[in-house]
């Protein structure tokens, strides 16, 4: 014989305990939905343009220090392979030269087989970003930081600052500061101190 | 009845569906950003792997430097490890790179990250040069313990050779050869002398013995007996070295046929640059552009910086006595040679700048080095080799002594008889600091 649930319910409807249990439920399920939504839009507003500022700032690092092979500084010829040379302070021939001033910030280095290079920061513009030699010729992937300091700890020894700050409009009520910042030391190998 | 089982499985569908969107979001950003900052690790890491494999080439180059060096060299393989740990792999190559410079090629792979560095470094072939330090007694190189961790350590850039033996201590590093026992030849002064007879049509021949006594004088050549007091400088009954010394100097080099410069060098009795008895020199006390003095006696340097005689300068102190010089200096294209039929003593020189160019010292004595300082060149001395960076109150501690190559080839300087010992050494790294000519900064690169 079959029993449908159907016939065993009361036919006279939901108890108010069965309505209380069901709506207690239904409002867990919700605010766990609401919770993950939540956490997701809020992860999304702000951990996102906080990936992308880290990103500015590791480009920017990475562009300044190691630089990117430059086909005019020439090639190391070794056993009949070509190895390339890169743009970066880090492989300076000389200790470079920091320059500060209200409207840019600029270091100063010479390279094998290119001469004087350079590094700078434009403080007067919005958005900001990295050039390399001139104004020409900004460095990819730059756009958005907000300031960049070079201290000559020793004359082969560098530290980098990089910092982006933007303020963002999350699930706050008001708009909010976010940062970024990152250092690192670089020693020179290639400058030699007496 | 059926719409409204049907709406809760959608809603339970849909909340799934964004739920599993937004885990798969987090997922691939994360592993994204874990993923970069694996990649940059492996690749900082690399860099360094294949550094520390380009530094193992270039050891195993300066230690090949009294050898025969090929081209490429063999590759050499390695692993940069902690513990049983191991980081990395390198591969590194070495080869000429020009005439005078070689670079060494290394690759080191992290998790699969590749990074090859370059490094070039100037270097010498077959070159005929003096040794750094020569004796044809011992040599005695002593660094020192400081107070606490304060060591004063004795570098010294080979070959070091010695007539006799070489003893070290714990706080002495020599790169390259020490040879003992060896055969060292000496500068001659008899060859130039008048009273060397040997096949040069001169008075007198010592039969190798290093003097010629008067009775000796008389019964070889008794026309020329009545010099024999004149040539006997110290009047003690014999002609012997030091007599063959201060001949060659007052009398021969003196010629303008006879030295490099052509000219009269003024260090005969009586000229402007022979000096009689002790002499102290500071700055000024000689005339600038001097090549060359000479004194008859024992010479004390107080102070001798690189401005001494002029911005460029080269200058030869001959003493029959014993020349002490506190603060040896000199620029980067300077040489200062002191030849002594006595010692050479010299303390340290890091106070007035070091000596940039070449230090060249011929002792009939010993040389004697206290304290530290840097001193780039050659010490060839008959008697013993004694450094030592003793220390004491308030010095020598972190006072090092370093004794480096000659810059650049060598050549005599004026008043160096010739028969200054030198070796042919076939293969050396030039100087690293890129201060003076001859040396060369080495050049890093990487891909």
């Known amino acids: 014989m079959c029993v449908s649930i159907n016939s065993i319910r009361n036919k006279n409807g939901f108890t108010i305990l069965e309505l209380l249990v069901a709506s207690f439920v239904a409002f867990l399920v919700i605010a766990g939905i609401w919770s993950v939504y939540v956490i997701g839009w809020a992860w999304w507003h702000e951990a996102i343009p906080k990936i992308e500022m880290q990103q500015i700032v590791r480009q920017a690092i990475s562009s300044i220090i190691d630089g990117s092979i430059d086909s005019g500084a020439g090639t190391d010829y070794v056993s009949g392979i070509a190895y390339g040379r890169r743009n970066g302070i880090a492989w300076a021939t000389g200790s470079?030269?920091?320059?500060s001033t209200a409207n840019e910030i600029k270091i100063t280095y010479n390279l094998e087989g290119l001469g004087s290079q350079s590094f700078f920061v434009n403080l007067t513009e919005e958005p900001r970003k990295v050039y390399h030699n001139s104004a020409g010729n900004p460095v990819r992937g730059t756009e958005g930081i907000t300031d960049i300091s070079f201290q000559l700890v020793q004359p082969n020894l560098i530290l980098v600052t990089a910092k982006a700050e933007r303020d963002i409009v999350g699930t706050r009520a008001s708009p909010y500061h976010i940062k970024v910042e990152e250092s690192q030391t670089i020693f020179l190998r290639n400058v030699i101190t007496p | 009845m059926n719409l409204k089982k049907g709406f809760i499985i959608i809603i339970v569908v849909a909340s799934l569906a964004i739920i599993v969107l937004i885990i798969l979001c987090l997922i691939e950003v994360?592993?994204?950003?874990?993923?970069?900052?694996?990649?940059?690790?492996?690749?900082?890491?690399?860099?360094?792997?294949?550094?520390?494999g380009a530094e193992r080439m270039y050891g195993r180059l300066k230690s090949l430097q009294s050898s025969d060096v090929t081209w490429p060299q063999p590759t050499l393989t390695g692993a940069v490890s902690t513990g049983t740990l191991t980081t990395g792999n390198f591969t590194a190559n070495a080869n000429t790179f020009s005439s005078d410079v070689f670079a060494i090629v290394s690759q080191g792979v992290v998790n699969g990250?590749?990074?090859?560095?370059?490094?070039?470094?100037?270097?010498?072939?077959?070159?005929?040069?003096?040794?750094?330090?020569?004796?044809?007694?011992?040599?005695?190189?002593?660094?020192?313990?400081?107070?606490?961790?304060?060591?004063?350590?004795?570098?010294?850039?080979?070959?070091?050779?010695?007539?006799?033996?070489?003893?070290?201590?714990?706080?002495?590093?020599?790169?390259?050869?020490?040879?003992?026992?060896?055969?060292?030849a000496m500068p001659s002064f008899w060859l130039y002398t008048k009273f060397d007879t040997t096949n040069t049509g001169f008075a007198y021949s010592d039969g190798g013995t290093g003097s010629i006594t008067r009775a000796e004088a008389l019964v070889q050549n008794p026309a020329m007996i009545a010099t024999f007091d004149t040539n006997d400088v110290n009047g003690d009954g014999v002609i012997d070295d030091k007599d063959a010394f201060y001949y060659y100097y007052t009398s021969y080099l003196d010629q303008p046929a006879n030295n490099m410069l052509g000219q009269d060098l003024a260090i005969g009795?009586?000229?402007?640059?022979?000096?009689?008895?002790?002499?102290?020199?500071?700055?000024?006390?000689?005339?600038?552009?001097?090549?060359?003095?000479?004194?008859?006696?024992?010479?004390?340097?107080l102070f001798n910086s690189s401005e001494w005689w002029g911005a460029a300068c080269n200058n030869t102190i001959i003493a029959t006595g014993t020349i002490t010089i506190t603060q040896p200096s000199n620029g980067g294209n300077d040489t200062l040679t002191l030849v002594a039929y006595g010692d050479v003593i010299t303390g340290g020189e890091h106070s007035f700048g070091g000596v940039n160019g070449n230090l060249i010292v011929y002792t009939n004595g010993n040389f004697i080095a206290d304290y530290g300082g840097k001193t780039n060149g050659t010490v060839l001395a008959k008697g013993d080799i004694i450094i030592n960076t003793q220390a004491a109150s308030g010095q020598g501690e972190n006072f090092n002594r370093d004794f480096k190559r000659l810059h650049g080839d060598w050549t005599e300087p004026l008043g160096l008889p010739s028969g200054y010992r030198v070796v042919t050494i076939q293969f050396i790294i030039k100087d690293e600091t890129g201060a003076t000519g001859g040396s060369y900064k080495p050049m890093w690169q990487r891909d």
């Open chain 2, 269 to 301: 009795p009586g000229d402007i640059y022979y000096f009689s008895g002790d002499q102290n020199f500071e700055p000024g006390s000689i005339p600038s552009g001097t090549p060359i003095i000479f004194v008859d006696g024992n010479v004390n340097i």
């Open chain 2, 30 to 52: 994360g592993s994204s950003e874990i993923l970069q900052t694996r990649v940059n690790n492996n690749i900082i890491s690399a860099e360094y792997v294949a550094m520390a």
């Open chain 2, 113 to 184: 990250r590749a990074v090859t560095v370059t490094v070039k470094y100037g270097y010498t072939a077959s070159s005929t040069a003096p040794s750094t330090l020569g004796a044809g007694g011992s040599i005695s190189l002593s660094g020192t313990h400081g107070t606490g961790n304060k060591k004063s350590w004795v570098h010294a850039d080979g070959p070091l050779d010695s007539g006799h033996g070489i003893t070290i201590n714990d706080l002495v590093q020599v790169q390259g050869p020490m040879n003992e026992n060896q055969t060292i």
């Open chain 1, 96 to 99: 470079p030269l920091i320059t």
